[in-house]
């Protein structure tokens, strides 16, 4: 009988029938549980009748009189004219739309009550379609004992519907136990927490003195209780994902200082302090059983390769597989190349393994990969399909984490025999904060916070396209003193096949254009080995400018290159742009970033491209645009799905975020039975995946 109210739907109301239940469900809302989860947006004060004396424009006010006059007026447009007066003063309704019933109700000396926004009009004080009800004088005149609730809607669902039914929900809550209380007498006073049901009471039916302002900002404890709770629910579920992987089996690699060493002889540079640091804190976890999950944030440049093949190293040194997962076919190729390069002087074969590994050549990796030849593996997604058979996988590194889902995280133990592999996955995207302690709370993280030496900030000009002609002669300029240039064609388009066609009319006029320079283009619909001999071209020198979709974003590396003119930069994400601005300022010369947008800019539009102009830090562009767009926009749409909280909001409740990780440790330690109640109540869907 417990917590019941999740499980009776809408349809069990009065009144709902089919119809309704579409409209409710298109507001998420299914169950009773929904409807009170379903939070006011503000409220109206219709707890006290206001006199007319004493009437404030702009403030929504019960008001009652008597009706002198109701006149039709044929102003600019017709509207009936109703005169009432209580003895403190007098007001104006003004209804453009009305029948001839209404009018003839209003006859003087009628007793009308309404609601309504007192504004200043053409007869002084008037409210324009106020809700109104003629009163008879038997009828008691009473108002609201509480506040009223203003719910998010949509159309054809009226406030008074919503109203009603959720008075109705309510209503069930009688029961004990029809929403159960999953947080302990204790935790609620340590951390001054109201109980859930007067929460939701106070919230749908607040007293007349409530404290609407803090209601309005979401500052409430009422508020801050279900918010709370619902972050509960949220990082409980990522630690139980978390428990599952650590409490499997996995293979204890030791740093055994053999291939590690000699990688770093033979590496031209010495590691930065924050890569030995990260480095070392990946090689200690890499030696205990429990499987390793951390997460390593590293600015772009910051070196994070040279880390993630010491952890490579770690597993060969054991005897094990470490497979590299890259999200996009270029980066991978560009990690098959370093690594191949880095490795095959140790003597470690490196596997190479695509979606686009066809015929032949995906037999002979897959056998590799399968006989164990190969101890390093490098590639895409396609690395974890069904097919791949691996002979020994200790590790898997999975680059730029946040394209892929906890799921696949949890699927890996199937690749590795028995024992579950240790996963290291690689950011380049600074999450802020607030993400970072609820997104991803199940990963440990070390943040590689220094960038090689020898680099120059790259200096950014946020410029219109209207100046085109001068950014083309400047590329010419820059190029024929010796430098390269990137030129990135960004499209609104998802389609890919619209963004290679927009890049290549862009080469195309720039070849015009530009006849003393030679010009590569390079996009995600070319053959592998085209896009390896344009980049190949491009690093060598042979290419001054090489025009590119997005899809250089990631990885690619050429030092030289010191101009990146970013087409309608306006449509990216900062985040984005931060990696594409990463391309360049890798060598010696100072480089320039050209966002060339297209104006007009909105308002957040100029202020987003401001900040990357101003900074060059990722971890203050990614807070930034996390407070401009928002989390979904910042961690890309295929995690919004975690979150997508109904009631909390990651920013207006980030100062919750540190007593909810408290609150969930105690609720392992002391109160482990509340913790499943938890989680369905608020994440019916996110569980699922938490099976594998
Ligand atoms: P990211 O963190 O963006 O993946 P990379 O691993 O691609 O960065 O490294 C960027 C460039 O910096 C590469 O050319 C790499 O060889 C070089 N690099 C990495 N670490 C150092 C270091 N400690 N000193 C000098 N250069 C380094
Ligand atoms: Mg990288």
Request: charge should be positive; aromatic fraction near 4%.
């Given at each position: 009988m417990a917590d019941k109210l999740h499980e009776i739907p809408v349809t069990s109301l009065k009144g709902v029938g089919a119809a309704l239940a579409d409209k409710l469900a298109k507001i998420g809302i299914h169950t009773l549980q929904d409807l009170l989860f379903h939070l006011p947006l503000r409220y109206q004060d219709r707890t006290?009748?206001?006199?007319l004396g004493t009437l404030q424009f702009?403030?929504?006010?019960?008001?009652?009189?008597?009706?002198?006059a109701a006149d039709i007026v044929n102003g600019r447009r017709r509207s009936l004219l109703c005169r009432v007066q209580d003895g403190t003063g007098s007001i104006s309704l003004r209804f453009y739309h009305f029948s001839g019933a209404q009018r003839n109700a209003m006859k003087r000396g009628a007793i009308i009550r309404c609601f309504g926004e007192p504004r200043r009009g053409a007869s002084g004080l008037e409210m324009y379609h106020p809700e109104y009800r003629i009163i008879s004088d038997d009828q008691t005149t009473t108002v609201e004992d509480t506040l009223t609730p203003v719910y998010p809607s949509t159309e054809g669902l009226t406030q008074q519907r919503l109203r009603t039914l959720c008075s109705q929900a309510l209503g069930f809550m009688h029961h004990p136990d029809a929403l159960q209380e999953w947080l302990p007498a204790s935790l609620l006073s340590a951390y001054h927490q109201w109980p859930l049901v007067e929460a939701i009471r106070y919230l749908h039916n607040p007293p007349p003195d409530a404290d609407v302002q803090t209601m309005l900002e979401g500052q409430h404890p009422a508020q801050h209780r279900l918010a709370f709770e619902e972050l509960l629910a949220h990082h409980l579920s990522l630690q139980k994902i978390r428990y599952r992987i650590r409490?499997?089996?996995?293979?204890?690699?030791?740093?055994?200082?053999?291939?590690?060493?000699?990688?770093?002889?033979?590496?031209?540079?010495?590691?930065?302090?924050?890569?030995?640091?990260?480095?070392?804190?990946?090689?200690?976890?890499?030696?205990?059983?429990?499987?390793?999950?951390?997460?390593?944030?590293?600015?772009?440049?910051?070196?994070?390769?040279?880390?993630a093949a010491l952890a490579a190293l770690q597993a060969v040194e054991n005897d094990f597989q470490a497979a590299l997962m890259a999200p996009t076919e270029i980066?991978?190729?560009q990690h098959y190349a370093n690594f191949s390069q880095w490795l095959r002087p140790l003597g470690i074969t490196v596997a190479w393994l695509t979606g686009k590994t066809k015929g032949k050549k995906r037999e002979q990796q897959l056998e590799l990969i399968r006989t164990g030849e190969a101890a390093v593996i490098i590639g895409t997604h396609a690395l974890f399909q069904e097919e791949v058979t691996f002979n020994r996988l200790g590790l898997a590194i999975i680059d730029?984490?946040?394209?892929?889902?906890?799921?696949?995280?949890?699927?890996?133990?199937?690749?590795?025999?028995?024992?579950?592999p240790h996963q290291l996955i690689m950011t380049a995207t600074p999450i802020p904060r607030t993400l970072a302690m609820s997104v991803y709370s199940d990963l440990d993280c070390s943040v590689i916070d220094e960038l090689p030496p020898g680099r120059t900030p790259v200096n950014t000009i946020v410029i219109s396209d209207d100046r085109r002609d001068q950014i083309i002669g400047r590329v010419r300029d820059a190029c024929l003193e010796g430098r390269q240039a990137y030129w990135v064609c960004t499209l609104i388009e998802e389609s890919e096949a619209l963004q290679c066609q927009a890049a290549e009319v862009t080469a195309e006029k720039l070849r015009e254009l530009l006849p003393e320079l030679s010009?590569?283009?390079?996009?995600?619909?070319?053959?592998?080995?085209?896009?390896?001999?344009v980049m190949e071209a491009f690093k060598e020198g042979h290419l001054h400018l090489l025009v590119a979709t997005t899809v250089i974003e990631v990885g690619v590396d050429v030092p030289n290159a010191s101009l990146m003119i970013i087409e309608n930069p306006e449509r990216l994400g900062l985040a984005q742009l931060h990696q594409l601005r990463g391309r360049v300022g890798r060598g010696k010369v100072a480089s320039h970033c050209v966002l060339m947008y297209h104006g007009p800019l909105s308002q957040q539009g100029k202020e987003r491209l401001q900040v990357m102009r101003d900074s060059t830090d990722g971890f203050v562009i990614a807070e930034k645009d996390l407070e401009l767009r928002g989390p979904g926009e910042v961690l890309g749409t295929r995690q919004t799905g975690m979150i997508d909280f109904r009631v909390a909001d990651l920013q207006r409740d980030e100062q919750l975020l540190d007593t909810?990780?408290?609150?969930?440790?105690?609720?392992?330690?002391?109160?482990?039975?509340?913790?499943?109640?938890?989680?369905?109540?608020?994440?019916?869907?996110?569980?699922?995946?938490a099976e594998a």
């Open positions: 006290r009748i206001t006199p702009g403030m929504d006010a019960v008001i009652q009189g008597t009706v002198v409490r499997q089996e996995g293979h204890p690699m030791p740093a055994r200082h053999k291939l590690t060493t000699q990688f770093l002889e033979q590496l031209p540079f010495t590691p930065t302090g924050a890569q030995q640091r990260v480095a070392k804190e990946i090689g200690q976890d890499l030696s205990q059983s429990a499987p390793m999950l951390r997460l390593v944030q590293g600015d772009v440049g910051s070196g994070k390769t040279v880390v980066l991978a190729e730029e984490q946040h394209r892929f889902g906890v799921h696949q995280r949890l699927a890996l133990k199937e690749k590795g025999h028995g024992a579950t010009i590569g283009l390079i996009h995600g619909r070319m053959k592998a080995t085209e896009k390896a001999e909810v990780k408290q609150a969930a440790s105690l609720l392992m330690t002391e109160h482990p039975e509340s913790i499943e109640p938890l989680i369905r109540r608020w994440l019916p869907q996110g569980d699922r995946y």
